[in-house]
């Protein structure tokens, strides 16, 4: 869930829970990293030497890349350099220095400008081909590892990647297109515990020096690849179908935080039960100085440390990070304009943990909030649709639209194919686009097959069009038809939505009619035996629309 906006997470009894970041931590800004074309990264092995003397990180990073096409003249990779970071940083030295590059033990020509470190291998580039580089390179990271004190004062090390700082500290090619494997090796002073992605190969201490081996063996997007180094008390709070939950908090945080990450055994089984087998060798909920709420780091989910041992409910935030690992990390966005297929489908999944730990009424409290949310967004922002190709800078992309909005295409999609389908369907998009990119007119594909029903209209009006309906409607018994009629109004100043709203009409015997709202207005006569008590629109909770019902005079 990265985000500095406040982010909306309902909990049980209708409580808020709002995350915001450290405001004084705000990312820095500048444009989309880019794919690098003509190259598909393959593995990255980063070994890094940190110190408690300096700020300064040692890197080398072995890099395995297989090229794609037969007009490529060198290979390019995100690394911000020194001038830039000390034009975002003047008070100190910051950014990376390359010293050297290397192919099988030969020097490769390579030149590091403009934060693109561009190789030259002597021989030409041709599609099939692997290379294999290794980078040694130095620096005081300006962003990306945020190496700094955690509120106990202590030292720490954390990476903080989300959307493309992974550059600021790692060669990467920094699109979240590009996934690869990726192995950290970490020398660290002793006194520290490392963290990172997939499973932990060696752990070895020697004098004062400690170095940590992890890997994984299927690939992520550099958004989701970091480290955690810092003093750690750790704990095993359950294991879910051989998959070890872990806890890993300051000591000084140890009961409460334990209390609280421990929550996270059941939301794991219940996201296995219904999408899938978890992808990663284990699952470690990690305190951490990242600026957001939390990051869905692969397998090492880093929360603020504000967010832990706070004595306040953590479920809906753990269920949003635990979905990632399904959707984001798993199967991730082609790009960042399809960030909703991320941030929609954890909360919206968020909301299906709650009704399922606490029952439908949690569910609807929770969308209810949520729809407020969007209102107030497309107040402010009428025409920004939920798959928005205007960005310049995915932090722009932080807002409701993605998340909130997100979730209530993914809630009506539920209502339009059914429960069953449609979960039936996010299992099957989960296993077509596993360790994958995906976007939204893929996901619009696996839901066609599952359900059989033509979606393109609705996808098209959902997340090609922004906005929302707004619905007025007004009510009359007609005693001498034994009838109630209803009349619906599209209000917005936006052509009409095609929308199903359903109607409760409150007698002796209550009844639910479902209206197809086609155009701009709507009469419909349904049964009524005796003057209704009360008319209401949408009693369940299924429309994203403003409404309102008013009997007529």
Not at 109 to 137: K, M
Not at 368 to 391: G, N, Q, S
Request: aromatic fraction near 8%.
């Amino acid at each position: 869930m990265p985000s500095w906006w406040r982010v909306l997470l309902l909990g049980m009894g209708g409580s808020l829970l709002l995350l915001t970041g450290m405001a004084s931590a705000q990312p820095a800004r500048g444009p989309a990293a880019k794919p690098q074309p003509g190259i598909d990264v393959q593995d990255y092995d980063f070994a890094l030497t940190l110190s408690d003397t300096t700020d300064r990180i040692e890197g080398t990073a072995t890099v395995r890349l297989r090229v794609t096409t037969d007009t490529l003249s060198a290979v390019r990779l995100d690394l911000i350099g020194r001038n830039q970071a000390q034009a975002t940083a003047p008070s100190r030295v910051t950014g990376m220095r390359v010293a050297s590059v290397t192919e099988a033990g030969r020097t490769v020509p390579y030149r590091h400008r403009n934060d693109i470190l561009r190789i030259d291998p002597a021989s030409d580039l041709e599609a099939g081909q692997t290379h294999t580089f290794r980078i040694q390179y130095a620096g005081v990271p300006a962003d990306g590892l945020i190496i700094g004190t955690n509120r106990h004062g202590d030292r720490t090390f954390f990476g903080d990647n989300w959307p493309n700082r992974a550059r600021h500290w790692l060669p990467v090619v920094d699109h979240l297109s590009d996934k690869a494997t990726v192995e950290f090796r970490v020398t660290a002073p002793s006194t520290y515990e490392v963290v990172s992605n997939g499973a932990l190969v060696n752990d070895s201490t020697s004098g004062g020096t400690r170095v940590t081996h992890w890997r994984t063996d299927v690939p992520l997007p550099p958004k989701i690849m970091v480290i955690g180094v810092a003093d750690f008390a750790v704990d095993t709070a359950g294991t879910v179908d051989g998959v070890p939950v872990q806890s890993w908090v300051y000591p000084e945080d140890r009961a409460a935080g334990f209390k609280d990450l421990g929550q996270a055994p059941p939301i794991l089984r219940f996201f296995e039960q219904n999408l899938g087998p978890y992808p990663y060798p284990k699952l470690a909920n990690v305190q951490s100085t990242t600026r957001y709420g939390g990051m869905e780091n692969a397998s090492a989910i880093f929360y603020s440390e504000k967010a832990v041992a706070d004595g306040k409910d953590s479920t809906p935030l753990l269920a949003h990070e635990i979905a990632h690992q399904w959707f984001g990390n798993t199967v991730t966005e082609a790009d960042w304009s399809h960030l909703w297929l991320s941030e929609g489908f954890a909360t919206y999944l968020t909301a299906l943990y709650l009704e399922h730990a606490r029952g439908t009424a949690a569910l609807r409290r929770y969308m209810r909030r949520a729809r407020k949310r969007v209102a107030k967004f497309h107040e402010k922002k009428p025409d920004t649709p939920l798959v928005d190709t205007t960005y310049s800078d995915p932090n722009a992309l932080l807002n409701t639209n993605p998340y909130q909005k997100g979730a209530w295409v993914l809630h009506m999609l539920r209502q339009r194919v059914g429960t069953r389908t449609f979960w039936k369907g996010l299992r099957a998009y989960y296993d077509r686009y596993r360790h994958q990119n995906a976007s939204t007119r893929d996901f619009r594909a696996v839901m066609e097959d599952v359900s059989g029903q033509e979606l393109e209209p609705y996808f098209d009006q959902w997340t090609r069009r922004a906005g929302h309906p707004v619905i007025e409607g007004t009510w009359r018994y007609d005693a001498a038809a034994d009838e109630c009629v209803v009349t619906l109004r599209q209000t917005q100043d936006a052509a009409p939505f095609r929308v199903p709203v359903e109607v409760r009409v409150e007698t002796e015997n209550t009844s639910l009619t479902t209206i197809n709202l086609q155009g701009r207005k709507r009469t419909t006569r349904i049964d009524c035996a005796e003057a209704p008590s009360s008319v209401t629109l949408d009693p369940n909770v299924h429309l994203l629309a403003e409404r309102s019902m008013s009997r007529a005079e």
